[in-house]
């Protein structure tokens, strides 16, 4: 679990997407940045339109093929979070659990505690994976599921995102650059071939289906119960500013420069 003991009781779902990577990307940092003014303990559920996430720490320019992706309107967001860079679009569900951060869990137990969630929902569907430590589940050798974190002071946040009917082609072209093993500075994405459920198994699930078995998984893994929520006004107030100031920028997004 994301704490790292149980927490029994309640916590709010958000079942909440914005048609925006960017406004999706602030409200990942405004969750977190809400735990100090008391919100409750977080699952969110989401979805993206067309886009590339970046790592906090990562250069655009050597992970993402920038002139394909605007040749196809894909915007190019960078996350408060490390790790590597990803492909979103409608076929990929995002998954995201903030609560208050347990004392003495390690980063490699925070991982894989968390990365049960999604292994749990793969058993249900009868899908045989793997946990590849720190971040990854697969599926016969190829990444199904990727995961990225924060442990702070007085927080623990994981969001994870599940391949499941999203374009492969256009997730291996536009991320062409990752794959190359020049040296940088910056964080190099490590690049693992991918899957979808779909294409794993070679039938058709449902994104609502799915949603639904997750947060059942949740719910068991967690031994909590989810009860629909809302954002708070300051919470909207907050993921606006973060949006406005920050995550609608170019600076921050192509170049790591925000606060």
């Known amino acids: 679990m994301v704490s790292g003991a149980k927490m029994s009781g309640k916590w709010r779902l958000l079942d909440l997407s914005y048609a925006s990577v960017f406004q999706n990307l602030a409200l990942e940092e405004g969750l977190v940045r809400s735990r100090s003014s008391g919100s409750p303990p977080t699952v969110r559920i989401w979805v993206d339109p067309p886009a590339v996430v970046v790592g906090r720490f990562q250069a655009v320019s050597a992970e993402v093929d920038v002139a394909l992706c605007q040749q196809n309107n894909i915007p190019i967001g960078r996350r408060f979070t490390g790790g590597g860079a990803v492909f979103h679009d409608e076929g990929n569900l995002n998954f995201t659990v903030v609560t208050p951060r347990q004392r003495g869990i390690s980063l490699a137990e925070f991982y894989k505690t968390n990365c049960a969630v999604i292994s749990n929902l793969l058993d249900h569907l009868g899908v045989k994976s793997s946990y590849v430590p720190p971040n990854s589940i697969e599926i016969s050798g ?118």
């Not at 007085?154 to 391949?163: C, K, M």
């Open 142 to 259: 190829k990444k199904v599921s990727g995961s990225a974190g924060a442990l702070g002071r007085e927080f623990a946040l994981w969001h994870a995102s599940l391949l499941i009917s999203t374009d492969e082609q256009m997730l291996k072209d536009v991320l062409q650059p990752s794959r190359a093993g020049r040296a940088t500075k910056f964080i190099r994405s490590k690049w693992q071939p991918v899957v979808t459920l779909e294409s794993a198994l070679g039938r058709h699930f449902d994104i609502e289906d799915i949603k639904r078995r997750l947060i059942d998984s949740c719910q068991t893994c967690f031994g909590v119960e989810l009860e629909n929520g809302e954002l708070s006004p300051d919470e909207q107030r907050l993921m606006e500013s973060l949006y406005d100031r920050k995550y609608s920028s170019s600076e921050w997004n192509l170049h790591g420069f925000g606060t």
